[in-house]
């Protein structure tokens, strides 16, 4: 038995509206199909306005953007994230303080923001793990003491929420993935959330290659011209039209992998009783959307036993980030705090395989093969 870390899952409604994007014959961005995706999620979430992008890389550039950030300026965020969440910023010079995760699990410590703030710091960018959202609560509070936009990374946060609030909208800016691994999916893709009306302009102007392309389709000026610097972060259609295919079948989706998450964590709860493993902590506060299942080992050297041991069956499961306070990049710029919570993910922290094709036999199949492990 192979099991994949991944594998892509296709509603079969993609294909239709691929053709239906070549027939309107419009294949570059702005188009019927970016306009349906974006009007998806401002109604499902009731959203200000979002703008559909290449990546979330991009949607995150587009943030960093849209506040202004530049050199000098300080940007919080955690150390245990993907690279794209600090190279938003750190290519707009600015730098970056990096945060520890909470015991309970990777997200951000809000306990430990406050006392990070510094005249220069302009921003506070939380990552929703796992689709498990950050104390958004505690994160706001503190923002709004010192008047400081708060940037949701919800690359992995499609319909999860806080206290009943879609991940994504809480904050001045969200950003979602749309990355192959993610629940859904277009290959590469990603959407930004404008929050602050005030803002809504300028993260348009910045989406067109900063002129005001938008607006002049729209009938709102007279002329088509550059107003500010900005880039072609928009998609083509057919990324759009793609996407929209698996978001007709969302909620079929979110069920598959809500069943997978909870089989998951039904069958290791023993592992995890007896002490040998971790299993994700969800705060009552969230909801999350059976995005990845981890688990954590005692140490480093157990989880890459571990890997190995699943690896001679036949299963590929992954660790996951490193943190960034240690990469090669950013090791010496590091102000020396120890971010031992974050360590530790990054030393025990495995992805087991999760895809919505993925079988009750498999799951107990991978299973099986763990506690074999434990047992020897």
Not at 88 to 117: H, K, M, W
Not at 268 to 284: C, E, K, M
Request: glycine fraction near 8%; hydrophobic fraction near 40%.
């Amino acid at each position: 038995m192979k099991i994949p870390f991944n594998k892509p899952h296709f509603t079969g409604r993609e294909a239709h509206h691929l053709s239906q994007a070549a027939v309107l014959g419009k294949l570059s961005g702005n188009g019927f199909y970016t306009r349906e995706c974006q009007a998806f999620f401002e109604k499902r979430y009731h959203l200000q306005k979002t703008l559909l992008t290449t990546s979330c890389s991009d949607a995150l550039e587009m943030a960093a953007l849209v506040l202004g950030i530049g050199p000098g300026d300080e940007v919080i965020m955690p150390s245990y994230t993907f690279v794209s969440t600090a190279n938003a910023f750190v290519l707009r010079g600015a730098t970056i303080i990096f945060a520890d995760s909470n015991p309970e699990n990777p997200n951000i410590d809000a306990d430990q923001l406050e006392n990070l703030i510094t005249s220069r710091t302009r921003a506070i960018v939380v990552v929703h793990y796992g689709g498990i959202a950050c104390d958004m609560e505690k994160v706001m509070q503190i923002a709004g003491k010192y008047q400081l936009p708060v940037v949701e990374d919800a690359a992995q946060g499609i319909e999860a929420t806080f206290n009943g609030r879609p991940l994504g909208s809480i904050g001045t800016l969200g950003t979602y993935s749309f990355h192959e691994t993610k629940n859904v999916t277009s290959g590469e893709g990603g959407l930004l959330l404008i929050n602050d009306p005030a803002l809504v302009n300028r993260a348009e102007i910045i989406w067109e290659k900063g002129t005001n392309r938008a607006a002049f389709a729209r009938g709102e000026v007279e002329k088509y011209e550059w107003v500010e610097p900005g880039s072609s972060f928009l998609p083509n259609e057919l990324t759009a039209a793609f996407l929209f295919g698996q978001l007709e079948l969302l909620e079929d989706i979110q069920r598959k992998r809500m069943n997978i998450w909870q089989d998951y964590f039904n069958r290791f709860s023993d592992l995890a009783t007896a002490g040998f493993i971790g299993l994700p902590q969800v705060p009552a506060y969230a909801a999350h959307n059976g995005h990845l299942f981890y688990l954590t080992t005692r140490s480093a050297e157990e989880r890459d036993r571990l890997l190995t041991h699943l690896l001679k069956n036949e299963i590929h499961a992954v660790f996951h980030y490193l943190t960034l306070h240690n990469s090669p990049y950013f090791r010496n710029q590091h102000d020396k705090r120890v971010l031992g919570n974050a360590e530790r993910y990054a030393s025990t922290l495995i992805r087991l395989p999760f895809f919505y094709s993925l079988q009750t036999s498999e799951i107990g199949y991978i299973y099986e093969v763990i506690q074999r492990f434990y047992k020897n």
